[in-house]
């Protein structure tokens, strides 16, 4: 009887329209790519011709797929990451044993061992010791909620990488959530406080070497071609105003575009302090879990200053925390059940994209095309087309990719047009750090997805006006607020 219910039930459920429209569009897109007549070379300032391949069509093709699908949730985002590798391997755009084993890449496996610490700080009651003492601090107006959130993300990601920062957040973000709202519905308050938790784990982790790996491989990058040297000092000198501008205007942004419906939560205050009361003093897998976590993000910081874990890989590092949780009985194999495997697919899925793009010359052919367009522009404009290039491309491969390939054409343009090198490394650096539009962009921006608090679109929709806002920070950076700071921008 009740199986003759169900059964009733589905067959009412409406035929889903809109989905099938995009999962088809994506399919289309990808055809009229791949099996168009080749497209024609980009060439560079220097007269140098770049060819798109057969096989680098074939990326722009699976590229056209990924994005429809991800943009509009046509199937869940770990599954369209899988679509990625397999569309690789039938039309032999690179050969599975590649495509496929960009899935385990040690950037997949970093995101991996992020999720487990913040898993671990969950289970062990950390995650609830932090929020209540925080919330006892900041009080009870639900802007103050934001900033408090905001301000705590970016300031991490100073001494920690942005995905671990994320990954350690995100629960304590959970926990906030469930003292405004007891439905599982999306809030706007629910929306705004997980949104901008990823933006400014992005806009933080410019402001030293720390927050993420792309500014030590973009240093290493800009003095391999120009022989100039930039220090860890030198970066954040200049990154540190243009990254809290942004941590400040991104809580405006979310103020405005998710305004919380509630403007206080009453007694919030009183109810923290006396929730923090209760959980007593601090246990063995509280203090285990902080040792563990807090040894190995010492010891990835160490990396850039002692000689000896320079050639410990960094991933290696941050996944013997996952083993000494199970070693010390802090999580159980049951506990794997709670690791967000969509997430996981979806990165595994973004590293292969990114690889693809990269390896097959696709993303340097856009790149040439792009910045040919700036080469008898002004100054100011071709800095900013650069800029925005990189914004765009660090939101669908990784954002050191996206530098090595834009860098390279805009040094060469740059002298013609009176532009200081520092300036476009700086100019670019910034937006790499900074993939509003799509989850696949950065790590923050999946783990937030997590949450349930937004759609694929919605996040998409946000992350349009905030890349604006973004744009606007980069133009004000580069007009005023850099050779304020006597930065050279332009060649005397």
């Not at 013997?320 to 969509?342: A, G, Q, R």
Request: hydrophobic share 60%; charged share 15%.
């Amino acid at each position: 009887m009740s199986s003759t219910y169900v059964e009733a039930a589905e067959a009412k459920a409406p035929f889903d329209w809109k989905r099938v429209f995009f999962l088809v569009l994506g399919v289309v897109l990808f055809g009229i790519i791949y099996y168009s007549p080749p497209w024609p070379d980009a060439i560079d300032p220097m007269g140098k011709h770049f060819t798109l391949s057969a096989e680098g069509k074939g990326a722009l093709a699976v590229f056209a797929l990924a994005a429809t699908w991800w943009i509009f949730e046509v199937l869940p985002i770990g599954v369209t990451g899988i679509a990625i590798g397999v569309a690789q391997a039938m039309f032999l755009i690179r050969k599975p044993e590649v495509a496929f084993k960009d899935f385990m890449d040690p950037s997949v496996l970093f995101i991996f061992g992020s999720i487990v610490i913040g898993l671990v700080f969950t289970k062990s009651g950390l995650t609830k010791r932090m929020a209540y003492k925080m919330l006892a601090i900041v009080g009870e107006k639900t802007s103050m909620i934001y900033l408090g959130c905001f301000v705590m993300t970016a300031a991490l990601t100073h001494l920690m990488a942005h995905t671990a920062v994320a990954a350690t957040m995100f629960p304590l973000l959970m926990a906030i959530n469930a003292f405004y709202s007891d439905s599982d519905h999306p809030t706007k308050f629910g929306k705004g406080l997980f949104i901008g938790m990823a933006y400014v784990a992005g806009a933080g982790s410019i402001i030293t070497l720390l927050g993420a790996a792309r500014g030590a491989v973009a240093i290493g990058f800009f003095k391999e071609m120009t022989g100039k040297e930039i220090s860890f000092f030198e970066l954040s000198y200049y990154m540190a105003p243009v990254g809290w501008l942004m941590v400040f205007l991104i809580w405006g942004f979310i103020m405005l575009v998710c305004k919380p419906e509630k403007a206080v939560i009453p007694g919030l205050k009183e109810k923290a302090k006396r929730m923090y009361t209760e959980l007593g003093g601090w246990n063995r897998r509280e203090i285990l879990t902080l040792v563990i976590t807090l040894s190995v993000i010492l010891l990835i910081a160490l990396k850039n200053w002692v000689p000896a874990l320079k050639t410990v890989d960094k991933t290696a590092i941050l996944l013997s925390s996952t083993l000494l949780f199970f070693i010390f009985n802090i999580l159980k194999v049951e506990d794997l059940e709670d690791i967000p495997w969509n997430i996981i697919l979806l990165f595994g899925g973004a590293m292969s994209i990114g690889f693809c793009l990269w390896q097959t010359h696709a993303a340097e052919w856009m790149a040439v095309n792009w910045l040919q367009l700036f080469k008898t522009a002004p100054a100011v404009v071709f800095i900013l087309g650069m800029a925005f290039f990189v914004m765009i491309m660090t939101n669908f491969i990784m954002n050191v990719a996206a530098i090595a390939i834009s860098l390279p054409v805009a040094l060469v343009i740059a002298p013609y047009l009176g532009v200081a090198g520092e300036v476009i490394f700086f100019s670019a650096l910034m937006t790499a750090g900074m993939p509003f539009i799509l989850l696949i962009g950065a790590a923050p921006n999946a783990i937030a997805y997590n949450s349930k608090q937004f759609t694929t679109g919605e996040f998409f929709k946000f992350g349009i006006a905030a890349s604006i806002l973004l744009m606007v920070v980069v133009y004000l950076a580069v007009a005023f607020i850099w050779p304020l700071m006597g930065m050279e921008v332009f060649l005397k």
